[in-house]
């Protein structure tokens, strides 16, 4: 059987990790500015995570949603602490669509109401719903309804206004920073009009912490440095460093109902081990300091490349935005310096999102290869 060809791979093959680096079969070592597309919070094979997927293995890799599973409160608790979203409920499901799939769904049960608003640019996975909420064309098949979808222009106060004014829209749906669109962060002031708009009209404040989530920005959530508080947070990606675990975090006036929604792999034992243990080392190596710290570390060293025409992100989610499609280059660093970056759906940004465990020498090492790439190539 041939595999479904839906990716464009790179030419490597990685087949051990360890912290900020991946190795090939030979013993070549890549520093991993990537994260594996923003999944890798923790660092690659970090002990501890090893060791309470391991141990909850040899007690109970799955079981249903029929029974009480109490690793799903351990989690609740813990990520409801290191959030400050300590009052909300916690449902889990596998992955960031299907996070954000449960957010729409428990937003239009809950007041009633179809239409969303959400913004040029913006991604928010490729399941039905979620699809029609992403500002790309290409991966909506005929069968993804979009007609009740509004697409904003990010930081636009009046249209906002207008498009929420009749009291009709269901949510609001908007990423902490955008990440795929080539990170844009949403300006805090702006963050604050569309906290009082949807608490004015009715309409629910979804925000998508999916990429920008879990210590990636320098707070936990990124819509925390605006002093915002959502309806719903989606988070997936960081969750669980690699173990397909994601949440849709739901604000305690929103009641459920049996039924409203499920997953059979949603929360399970295994699932809520890994997601556990991702929480006990964010706060015990106090990585959402270390992506604030080193991220603004990062940022203030690419400053002072000249070739660079914006840096834009929070913490360790950062887009370098260049006057040349970055394909070449990005193709170079891997080549010639072993470092894996990520790209964005702006051909002239290249994309990075480290593990939040990267310190200076992570950082050194990527300035100088991006240093000597631009110095000895002619992009323009
Ligand atoms: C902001 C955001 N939302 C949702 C998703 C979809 O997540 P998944 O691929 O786990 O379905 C992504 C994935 O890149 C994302 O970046």
Request: charged share 20%; aromatic share 8%.
């Amino acid at each position: 059987m041939e595999l479904f060809d839906v990716y464009p791979l790179l030419d490597l093959e990685p087949i051990k990790g360890r912290g900020a680096y991946v190795y090939t079969e030979n013993g070549t070592k890549y520093l991993d500015f990537y994260g594996g597309h923003g999944v890798i919070s923790v660092g690659h094979s970090h002990p501890h995570y090893i060791e309470a997927i391991e141990t909850q293995l040899q007690k109970l890799g799955f079981y249903s949603n029929s029974v009480a599973n109490p690793l799903q409160q351990e989690l609740a608790d813990k990520l409801g602490t290191l959030s400050d979203y300590g009052n909300y409920q916690l449902f889990l499901s596998n992955s960031g669509a299907e996070a954000n799939e449960n957010a729409l769904k428990a937003a239009s049960f809950h007041n009633g109401r179809s239409k969303v608003v959400t913004f040029k640019k913006s991604f928010h996975g490729r399941t039905s719903a979620a699809i029609g909420i992403t500002d790309n064309e290409k991966y909506s098949a005929p069968i993804n309804e979009r007609s009740k979808t509004t697409f904003l222009e990010l930081n636009d106060t009046e249209t906002l206004r207008q498009e929420l004014a009749d009291y009709e829209t269901c949510a609001v749906v908007i990423e902490g920073i955008q990440g795929i669109g080539g990170i844009h962060i949403p300006e805090v002031d702006y963050f604050k009009k569309i906290r009082e708009l949807c608490s004015q009209t009715g309409t629910l404040l979804i925000i998508d912490e999916i990429q920008s989530g879990y210590g990636r920005s320098g707070r936990f959530f990124a819509h925390q440095h605006a002093g915002i508080e959502a309806d719903i947070v989606t988070v997936a990606k960081g969750m669980g460093n690699g173990f397909p675990v994601a949440g849709t975090i739901i604000h305690p006036d929103i009641e459920a109902f049996h039924g409203e929604l499920g997953s059979t792999f949603g929360g399970n034992h295994l699932a809520c081990a890994a997601a556990t243990s991702v929480l006990d080392i964010l706060e015990n190596e106090e990585l959402t300091q270390n992506a604030a710290t080193t991220g603004q570390q990062l940022k203030d060293e690419l400053s002072t490349l000249s070739a660079i025409e914006e840096i834009r992100g929070l913490g360790l989610m950062i887009g370098i935005e260049f006057d040349f499609p970055i394909n070449e280059l990005r193709s170079q660093l891997i080549k010639n310096h072993h470092i894996l970056t990520g790209v964005s759906s702006n051909p002239n940004v290249l994309r990075l999102l480290p593990p939040l465990s990267i310190g200076l020498d992570e950082i050194n090492q990527f300035i100088d290869a991006l240093q000597t790439v631009l110095k000895n190539s002619n992009f323009a």
